[in-house]
């Protein structure tokens, strides 16, 4: 249990375009989920609280309107990375807070803009 | 604001050895504690967690951890390695009122044959 799926697994795009990534909880609701942001050899830094129905918030220093989040039902959450520009290739990942204060991750999204 | 140090940033051990990742949290109230593992390009998987009770938690694939509150440590241990261990780990300490999580900087784990 307690699955959690990201769409695409890698995904290339040109400088200017803009790029949706999909977060899916499989097996259980969540009302909340979060998206990471991880550089090489670095940990998981937090961008943005995602939660069903209402607008996310996001950490300081995360430009809102660049990366937009949406959380339209209790099994989905999307980011879209807006006017993507070099220095917004990452490996970015997702989690859904599970039972028992738990979050559980998806597989992650690695972009690359060129 | 919590923090957590993983004061090891590479170990390497030998298939089959004891090992010992340690976790230093900062936090201001009981911390809910993480451990979580990760492969190359993948996800995090939850190893174990700690929010109340018994100090030393159980997890996934051998693994245990024990909260010492006196030393704000929450280290992880596997009495023998395998050679699948070798991954990065990360220990994240909870926030209570919003479940928001902050990790460490993560262990990389080699495991030698």
């Known amino acids: 249990g307690a699955v959690v799926s990201q769409h695409p697994s890698r995904v290339i795009c040109k400088s200017g375009t803009s790029v949706k990534i999909e977060c899916r909880s499989l097996?259980?609701?969540?009302?909340?989920m979060f998206w990471y942001r991880q550089f090489p050899k670095q940990s998981l830094m937090l961008m943005a609280t995602?939660?069903?129905?209402?607008?996310?918030?996001?950490e300081q220093g995360v430009e809102k309107d660049k990366f937009l989040i949406n959380h339209a039902s209790l099994t989905l959450s999307t980011l879209t990375v807006t006017s993507a520009h070099p220095e917004d290739s990452s490996f970015y990942i997702c989690?859904?807070?599970?039972?028992?204060?738990?979050?559980?991750f998806g597989p992650g999204t690695r972009l690359l803009v060129l | 604001a919590q923090s957590v140090t993983q004061p090891d940033i590479h170990i390497t051990v030998s298939e089959g050895a004891s090992l010992e990742l340690r976790c230093n949290y900062s936090?201001?109230?009981?911390?809910?504690l993480f451990w979580y593992v990760q492969s190359p390009g993948q996800g995090l998987q939850l190893l174990l967690k700690?929010?109340?009770?018994?100090?030393l938690v159980q997890g996934i694939k051998g693994f245990e951890a024990e909260f010492k509150r006196s030393q704000s440590s929450f280290n992880l241990r596997k009495p023998s390695v395998h050679w699948s261990d070798a991954a990065e780990y990360f220990c994240?300490?909870?926030?209570?009122?919003?479940?928001?999580?902050?990790f460490g900087k993560g262990t990389l784990l080699t495991v030698n044959p």
């Open positions: 989690s859904a807070l599970g039972r028992q204060e738990t979050q559980y």
């Open positions: 097996d259980f609701q969540a009302t909340t």
């Open positions: 700690y929010f109340s009770g018994d100090t």
């Open positions: 936090y201001g109230a009981t911390p809910y």
């Open positions: 994240a300490v909870g926030e209570i009122s919003n479940y928001k999580l902050t």
């Open positions: 995602s939660n069903e129905g209402s607008k996310a918030t996001y």
